[in-house]
């Protein structure tokens, strides 16, 4: 596969997320992404930065989340950019 063939990220990884799922058992996997309106895939394609959310789901993943995970981590163009 040459350099102009590789598939390139979509989105920054979203470090806090991808630790979460990371160390979550096998077995709190569902449930988790439940919570979130989503499956547990979905979730690791935007914790590794291959797809991005909406904003409501998003919002899901930041309550399921209990903050650790922000707003602005899964949807960057929400970040404030220096005037």
């Not at 979509?10 to 997320?17: Q, S, W």
């Not at 989503?38 to 797809?51: E, K, V």
């Not at 909406?54 to 960057?76: F, H, K, N, R, Y």
Request: aromatic letters at 4%.
């Amino acid at each position: 596969m040459t350099e102009s063939n590789k598939k390139q990220r979509r989105r920054p990884i979203v470090v806090e997320l991808k630790q979460k799922l990371n160390e979550m058992p096998v077995e709190d996997r569902d449930d988790f992404a439940d919570k979130c309106g989503t499956s547990f895939d979905n979730l690791r394609q935007i914790a590794y930065g291959w797809g991005g959310c909406s904003i409501s789901l998003a919002q899901s993943i930041v309550t399921a989340c209990d903050g650790e995970v922000e707003l602005e981590d899964l949807i960057p163009e929400l970040k404030r950019h220096p005037a």
